[in-house]
Nanobody, 125 residues
């Protein structure tokens, strides 16, 4: 069981900045693929940015050039630096951890997918 605890949400003005943090429990953080997703009422959860265990980054077109994801494996933490905030960035931001283990003989694949509780980001104009 992995627990993800997000922090850093809040209210920002148009064009402002916020930094979200997500700290994960456990000792295998460096092997997790981490991501930030967001959701607004009535819409599906959407990917904002992901960073793999090897550091490969994928960023949604809607936030490219404004948001950046990073990770600190020594602190078991993934960050989302948000700048140039817009009202359409408002939503609940969720941290996600995914990884795959191979166990047993013959080996069987186990996929893991954990979510944090979410943190509210509100951008006012």
């Amino acid at each position: 069981q992995v627990q993800l605890v997000e922090s850093g949400g809040g209210t920002a003005q148009l064009g402002g900045s916020l930094r979200l943090s997500c700290e994960a429990s456990g000792s295998s953080f460096s092997t997790y693929n981490m991501g930030w997703y967001r959701q607004v009422p009535g819409k599906e959860r959407e990917m904002v940015a992901t960073i793999s265990s090897s550091g490969n980054i994928i960023t949604a077109d809607s936030v490219k050039g404004r948001f950046s994801i990073s990770r600190d494996n020594a602190k078991n933490t993934v960050y989302l630096q948000m700048s140039g905030l817009r009202p359409e960035d408002t939503g609940v931001y969720y941290c996600n951890a995914q990884w795959t283990d191979w166990k047993d003989a013959p080996p069987r694949r186990f996929d893991y997918d954990y979510w944090g509780q979410g943190t509210q980001v509100t951008v006012s104009s």
